[in-house]
């Protein structure tokens, strides 16, 4: 009896010691301090910064951290900086369709959103898809009418654009070798103090992306995913090149099948999908707090904070693991 009572003490204070935090990201592209600029630079900074206090908050008081990935990843929606919620790209035909994703690592429950015009907080939807639908995806016209069944009030699709955006939008229509472009998605993954890990994407999608494109970000194993048993990641990146490697899944598939410690399973599996072309990177966090946050272009805006004091923000090929 005495014994037993000492195994379980000793067990609980190994539990309340280990540590709790998040990662987030604010995109991966071909971002250099020359190419910011110092304000923008700081403004970046400052909303990574925003994003992680945002998670933290609610890991602290012992929250869950499905609600942790939501928190960080819906104040990087409302920041017109992040190519999500406001500031989010804008297609060929010179309007914005945003995708997103949330994931709850204990009970593998999934929500997703895919081509949404007016809703403010895509991820926010996507949580009421995995909580309240018997599915895990809804898209377009389907994913708005459910919006307005559960009360959210639709913003008009020029909510979403800023004049950064509308300028980008413009040179690109005017340029004959615009391509896709990848830059400022993001995400978020989070460790609570009960164990439990969870994940989360939302992103306006590619820049000039043709009306109807789908990315990465909403596709559940594809641009996010959260297992407890191996890793929670959020992907950003030239999606169709993700979607063919099927990175989040295959980052946790390694750590399953073969044991790999997740900045191993994480690298090998981005590589995996740049070999085939592309480029992006992502952010990755197991259930005892590594974190991993790799990426081939020359920068991914990112940063971490965990309760046993490690914690970063960093934005070009410096700093930050
Ligand atoms: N992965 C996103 C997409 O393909 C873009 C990005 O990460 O910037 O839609």
Known sequence: MFRSLLLL????????????GLAV??????????RIGPEAEKAYRAGLEKALAAGYAILEKG???????????RSMEENPLFN??????????????????????????AGSVAGIQHVKSPVGLARLVMERTPHVMLIGEGAEAFARAQ?????????????????????????????????????AVAL???????????????????????????????GTYADNRTCAVSCTGWGEFFIRAVVAYDVSARMAY????????????????LK????????ALDAAGHVTQPFNTPGMFRGFRFSDGRASVALFGEGAL
């Open 276 to 283: 085939l072309g592309g480029e992006g990177g992502l952010i």
């Open 84 to 109: 999500a919620g406001v500031g989010a790209t804008i297609t060929r035909d010179g309007t914005h369709e945003l995708d997103a994703a949330i994931m709850d690592g204990r009970t593998l429950k």
């Open 25 to 34: 990201h604010g995109g991966a592209g071909n971002v250099t301090a020359a």
């Open 151 to 187: 009360g959210l009030e639709p913003v008009p699709n020029t909510y979403f654009r800023t004049p950064r955006q509308w300028e980008t939008f413009l040179k690109l229509k005017a340029s004959e070798k615009a391509r896709p472009t990848t830059k400022d998605t993001v995400g």
């Open 192 to 222: 609570d103090r009960h164990g439990d890990l969870a994940s989360a994407t939302s992103t306006g999608g590619m820049l000039d992306k043709l009306p109807g494109r789908v990315g990465d970000a909403p596709l559940i194993g594809v």
């Open 258 to 273: 073969q044991g790999a410690p997740l900045d191993k399973a994480a690298r090998a599996a981005l590589d995996a999908a």
């Open 63 to 73: 929250g869950a951290a499905l609600d942790a990935v939501e928190a960080a990843v």
């Open 9 to 20: 003490l000793a067990a609980l204070c190994a539990h309340g010691a280990a540590p709790f």
